[in-house]
C-alpha cells in the first residue's frame, strides 16, 4: 500500500480514526508521517508499555491501602515503586502481592480481560475447539449473572444445554 501523502513510498505507519461512529483510514510513509507531526515508534517494550500504564494510575497507597515500607516482597524484597520505575517484576510471589495494583493495570492493557485465553492453532481437533467455545459461553454466563442479565444468561444457558446434548433447544 503507498503512502496517502507523497504516493512514492510503501505505507508503514496506519491509522485508524473514529468520529462520530465514522471510521477513517490514514496510511503514511515513516518521512510523510514525521513532516504531519504524527510520531512513530517502531517498537515499543512491555517494560516502556507497563511504565507508561502506571504513569497513569493512582498511588500505590490508594491501591492497596498500604504504605510503601508495607508493600515489600517477604521473598525478594521488592517494592510496588521499582515497579513503576524499571516495569518488571522481582519474583512470582510478586503478582499475588501486588494484585490490587496490578490488576486495573492488566485489565487497561488487555480490553478488560484478565485472563489468558490464548490462540486456538487452526488444525485443532473438533472436539477441543468446541471445550474451548463451552469454556467461552460458561464466562461470559458467569459475566451476564454477575451483570444481573438474566435475559442473555438464559441464553448463554440454552447455548451451552444446546452443544452438551448436540440438539437445537426447542423453541415455546
Known amino acids: 500500500m503507498q503512502c496517502q501523502i507523497c504516493s512514492k513510498k510503501t505505507a508503514t505507519i496506519h491509522l485508524t480514526e473514529i468520529t462520530n461512529g465514522v471510521r477513517t483510514e490514514f496510511h503514511f510513509c515513516e518521512q510523510c508521517a ?85 490462540k486456538v492453532p487452526a488444525r485443532v481437533p473438533q472436539d477441543v475447539k468446541n471445550q474451548i467455545a463451552r469454556a467461552n459461553l460458561k464466562e461470559q454466563l458467569k459475566s451476564a449473572v454477575k ?6 444468561a438464559a441464553q448463554l444457558r440454552d447455548k451451552l444445554k444446546q452443544m ?9
Open 164 to 172: 452438551a446434548t448436540g440438539k437445537k433447544p426447542s423453541v415455546s
Open 147 to 152: 451483570l444481573e442479565d438474566y435475559e442473555r
Open 34 to 118: 514525521v513532516q504531519q507531526g504524527i510520531a512513530a515508534k517502531s517498537q515499543i517494550s512491555v517494560n516502556e508499555l507497563l511504565g507508561n500504564l502506571l504513569a497513569s494510575q493512582p498511588t500505590d497507597d490508594e491501591l492497596t491501602g498500604l504504605t510503601e515500607s508495607e508493600t515489600t516482597c517477604p521473598q525478594c524484597g521488592f517494592q510496588l515503586s521499582q515497579f513503576r520505575k524499571e516495569g518488571v517484576l522481582g519474583c512470582p510471589n510478586d503478582y499475588v502481592l501486588f494484585e490490587k495494583a496490578l490488576l486495573p493495570l492488566i485489565e487497561q492493557a488487555h480490553n478488560g480481560k484478565t485472563r489468558h485465553c490464548g
